[in-house]
């Protein structure tokens, strides 16, 4: 889908590693700050076409962490060679309501971002990796369903310009016209996540998205 930008980072096995120096961070965000980013996140991963509408991310890591922890024959990502064989997997696993119970809900949302993240690197490539860890080094910000959504909505009808976006935040050197670009579509997102908010409120929070 990204074409040579996906060739940094291909494959599930490697957006596995990049997720292992997430998980700190990722099991370090608790309580309503976590279950912010993971409703944000749940919709993001709705828009991009792997979550299902009915799916939700405490039953995706429920199951995650029920199908990892089987005695007999344990389901882990590692596994896999590709992430929807992954998926489909655990989607089959039969849940126990007595080992769920076993399970905190911060616990379940911590495996459900681990495994969802690495879904969303393995499938849309390095501009969605770098973008993976923006929004765990800055979750207040992304915590927000609408502002994440608009990411995921770009993520799937240009993909170039979502690279041009992940760089401009990156502080990466580009073009002038494709840093203004950026900065003209980032504007562009955020009024629809803020439509009330003035001009000037718009664009600081824009140019307070680079890193």
């Not at 939700?56 to 344990?74: F, I």
């Not at 495996?111 to 690495?118: D, P, Q, R, S, T």
């Not at 580009?174 to 900065?183: I, P």
Request: proline share 4%; net charge negative.
């Amino acid at each position: 889908m990204f074409g040579f930008l996906g060739a940094v980072i291909s494959g599930l096995s490697n957006a596995l590693s990049v997720v292992g120096t997430l998980i700190p961070k990722i099991v370090g965000i608790v309580g309503a700050a976590l279950q912010k980013l993971s409703t944000a996140f749940e919709v993001f991963f709705k828009v991009l076409g792997l979550l299902s509408k009915d799916e939700t991310m405490e039953e995706m890591g429920d199951r995650a962490l029920q199908a990892e922890q089987d005695e007999h024959n344990p389901i882990k990502i590692e596994d896999f060679d590709s992430h929807e064989k992954y998926l489909a997997a655990i989607r089959e696993y039969e849940l126990d309501p007595e080992k769920s119970a076993l399970t905190t809900k911060d616990e379940k949302l911590h495996k459900a971002i681990e495994v969802m993240l690495a879904a969303a690197m393995s499938q849309y490539g390095q501009p969605m990796t770098e973008f993976g860890q923006i929004v765990v080094n800055n979750p207040e910000f992304y915590s927000k369903s609408e502002r994440l959504a608009e990411f995921a909505n770009l993520i799937r009808s240009d993909p170039q310009t979502f690279a041009d976006i992940v760089n401009y935040i990156e502080h990466k050197v580009m073009s002038t016209e494709k840093n203004d670009a950026a900065f003209g579509k980032l504007v562009e997102m955020e009024r629809k996540v803020n439509p009330d908010a003035p001009d000037e409120e718009i664009w600081t929070v824009v140019s307070d998205m680079k890193k």
